[in-house]
């Protein structure tokens, strides 16, 4: 159990583009690794923070880092709105 981490790592690395390996990853897991690869690689495609959102306002107005702020509105793009607040 020790070397999982390293051994999904490896799979990964060695196999198929979109073969889930993990056989312990979880939806919450793959939401933030999809919304960490598109705040850091698709950043000027991610939408505005949504007013309506409590999360998006209380970013704004906190001093909450911008990659997870990024991460968060990303979240906003394939989440459904009662999922999005949640992460």
Known sequence: ??????????ARAAGNKGVDYDPFDSVVGTQIRLGRHIASDHAEDL????????KCMSDVASRTPEPFILE???RHVFAPPRIV???
């Open 47 to 54: 939408p505005e923070a949504d007013p309506s959102c409590e």
């Open 1 to 10: 159990m020790k070397r999982a981490s390293e051994d999904v790592d490896a």
């Open 85 to 87: 607040g949640l992460l």
């Open 72 to 74: 968060h509105r990303a």
